[in-house]
């Protein structure tokens, strides 16, 4: 999500200097807390969900990731395409 979102910033967006040295390290430590917790507590989630649940994430998932797949398609075909208009 990261490179895609990076992707689609203008060049003539300004940050100031601390976002840019700080986002990235504090987005990646966000990120790595909440893969950590939801893989440490897989057991629970489980027993949870059940076999019918855990089936219904891995849809929604592999739905995400097509449309992240698409996202970027859309990003670079427009990003070849833009220039020549």
């Known amino acids: 999500m990261l490179v895609s979102s990076a992707s689609t910033l203008r060049h003539g967006d300004e940050f100031p200097a601390w976002v840019i040295i700080a986002a990235p390290p504090l987005i990646f430590l966000v990120v790595a807390v909440i893969a950590w917790s939801a893989l440490r507590s897989t057991d629970s989630i489980m027993r949870l969900t059940g076999k019918a649940g855990i089936d ?30």
């Open 56 to 85: 219904a994430i891995s849809r929604l998932m592999g739905f995400l990731l097509v449309c992240m797949g698409v996202q970027f398609v859309i990003n670079g075909v427009l990003e070849i395409v833009f220039p020549y208009q």
